[in-house]
């Protein structure tokens, strides 16, 4: 297998994104993150954060959901409503009752929860010290956390609710969200949605200077984590048989857990793997 050549960053470390040389941006040194969980959407806010050259400082909060039981059917509450029922619930009956876990204590679950009038507080106390605070959100559970951050503390942070929040743009800074986000806008989906439909249908306005729109989704693949994934699977790959045909599976999800069961597609031909990362190809590019 021939060696692997990838081009050297286009920022280094060192240096300062473009996105923070003037204005507002020129003076943001830290970050939040306010994931729900989800690596998805989770991995979208640190690749931000990565590109913008505050990877060594940032801090991770959460926005949980109560989990078990009766709560999987409540998914579909708005997460501050979803709470108050379940703590309703477990006055009530207990946890026993309607078999509700309670939340897991170990691994990436010791996240902080994240709090909208903590984390405003924060900002606005360490503001003159540290400047003002990034705050990157991703997921629909993030939302009104993210939204209530900018409400309390709107001189002292700059808040990016990554994929689109559906409604109120006014409430962030910057929305990040794919083109096709707005595919339900185009002359051709609008001959697929029936008429009585359309206004049921988000977004229903075309993006103004609120958003930021992206061909795909944000990710942590920069030049670093290409370069490390082709050499922790280059030797392994570099014994099979030419041509290699790679697929990126992924790891387990809500909806599919059973992922180990696609085993039996490894072959001399296809190699499938099982996590998130880039895996080098036949000719040793990605």
């Avoid at 609710?161 to 707005?182: A, E, G, K, S």
């Avoid at 790679?246 to 597609?265: A, E």
Wanted: hydrophobic share 40%; aromatic share 10%.
């Amino acid at each position: 297998m021939r060696p692997t050549r990838l081009p050297e960053p286009a920022i280094k470390l060192s240096e300062t994104p473009e996105i923070f040389e003037s204005g507002f941006y020129g003076v943001i040194k830290r970050a939040i993150i306010i994931g729900n969980g989800f690596a998805g959407a989770e991995n979208q806010c640190i690749g931000l954060v990565r590109a913008l050259g505050l990877s060594g400082r940032h801090s991770i909060y959460r926005v949980s959901r109560p989990r078990g039981g009766i709560n999987e059917w409540l998914h579909w509450l708005p997460i501050s409503l979803h709470k108050k029922v379940d703590y309703f619930i477990t006055q009530v009956f207990g946890y026993s009752q309607f078999q509700i876990v309670a939340p897991e204590t170990s691994g990436l679950s010791q996240v902080l929860e994240a709090d909208a009038r903590q984390i405003a507080k924060m900002a606005y106390q360490t503001f003159e010290r540290e400047g003002p605070l990034l705050v990157v959100a991703s997921g629909r559970d993030t939302i009104s956390v993210a939204s209530s951050i900018k409400r309390l503390a709107p001189e002292n942070v700059f808040v990016v609710q990554i994929q689109h929040p559906r409604t109120h743009l006014n409430r962030f800074d910057m929305v990040i969200t794919p083109c096709h986000d707005y595919y339900p806008l185009t002359p051709h989906a609008q001959e697929q949605i029936p008429w009585f439909l359309r206004r049921w249908i988000t977004p229903r306005e075309p993006p103004d200077q609120h958003v930021v729109l992206t061909v795909g989704a944000l990710h942590q693949a920069d030049s670093a984590a290409l370069r490390s994934a082709a050499s922790v699977w280059h030797d392994e790959l570099a014994v099979l048989p030419k041509p290699l045909f790679v697929v990126n599976v992924g790891g387990p999800t809500n909806c599919f857990q059973g992922y180990m069961q696609l085993y039996p597609l490894k072959s001399s031909k296809v190699i499938v793997v099982y996590m998130d990362c880039i895996i080098l190809s036949e000719n040793g590019n990605f």
